[in-house]
């Protein structure tokens, strides 16, 4: 969507003499309003996969101890158990930073191209008064 923002401002009009540009108003605000459904749904997507990545682990230790248990080991390996959990948890953290930073870089550019967006309208619509 941002390619396709990139597009309708260089489809844009130069005015004569002024370097502003003449664009489709509503094709970009009908991009705006796309973006602004499209972002929460990227990180919806990233926290579902954060969250399934946990119930994966979750289910993988449950299934592990009951193993152990069945086989008479639970005792004697769980220090490991607790050692891999420790682990695991680091790494769902690191994942979850990962996934916020990634969000906040989305966002935080979306910002700036949207200032700049109605930097370019504003400006076109005072050349145009």
Do not use: C, W
Request: glycine share 4%; no cysteine.
């Amino acid at each position: 969507m941002i390619d396709e923002l990139e597009d309708a401002l260089a489809e844009g009009r130069r005015v004569p003499f002024s370097g502003r540009l003449m664009v489709d108003e509503e094709r970009i605000l009908d991009i705006i309003d796309r973006m602004r459904v499209s972002v929460p749904e990227e990180l919806k997507h990233a926290r579902r996969i954060i969250q399934e990545r946990d119930r994966l682990l979750a289910d993988a230790q449950e299934r592990v101890q009951q193993v152990l248990h069945e086989q008479g080991l639970l005792s004697a390996v769980e220090e490991e158990r607790q050692r891999l959990l420790d682990h695991a948890e680091q790494e769902a953290a690191q994942v979850r930073a990962g996934a916020d930073e990634y969000a906040r870089q989305v966002l935080e550019e979306l910002d700036e191209r949207l200032e700049q967006l109605v930097t370019s309208v504003r400006n076109g619509l005072s050349a145009l008064s």
